[in-house]
């Protein structure tokens, strides 16, 4: 969709669309595999900034994870953002049980223990750089592959 929040997400982020920028800004795959669902599309590659990733309130121009779709000559496609807070941390700041927004956008709680062996955290996709049929703040995208991302040589 074309919402206000995903303008602003796409002008924070025009420049990760090249990943070595990403790179040199701080951000890494923590490994390079890209995430996939069997019946509902994908996420793609997680690229984090650790930086980034904390207790407090996500500003939408600040992302801690920028979402890649792997090519197949090898490069990288970004596709969206994430935003993360761990869930300790945000509840000892807000006894009153409140739940983190980006932009007014309320995040979701991911419990532990969790595929991506991370401790609980709110996160909240938006899916800027490439529409989602599900909705611009769904976790999957069904027009994001991960079929195209060339497989490790094990011969």
């Known amino acids: ?61 600040q992302p801690q994870i920028l979402i890649y779709e792997p090519q197949s000559n090898g490069s990288m496609v970004l596709v969206g953002v994430e935003y993360v807070v761990i869930a300790d941390a945000w509840n000892a700041q807000h006894p009153d049980g ?20 991370l401790p609980s955290v709110y996160e909240l996709h938006a899916w800027a750089w490439r529409n989602n049929t599900h909705g611009d703040f769904a976790d999957w995208n069904r027009n994001v592959t991960c079929q195209k991302q060339p497989l490790p040589d094990f011969s």
Request: charged share 10%; net charge positive; hydrophobic share 40%.
């Open 1 to 61: 969709g074309d919402s206000p929040f995903l303008a602003q997400v796409r002008q924070a982020t025009a420049a990760y669309r090249n990943i070595n920028v990403a790179a040199q800004a701080g951000w890494f795959a923590r490994d390079a595999f890209c995430v996939s669902g069997p019946d509902h599309g994908a996420m793609g590659v997680h690229v984090v900034n650790p930086g980034l990733i904390g207790g407090n309130q996500p500003k939408i121009s």
């Open 98 to 117: 409140s739940t983190p927004k980006v932009a007014g956008q309320l995040m979701n709680l991911v419990p532990a223990p969790n595929r991506y062996g």
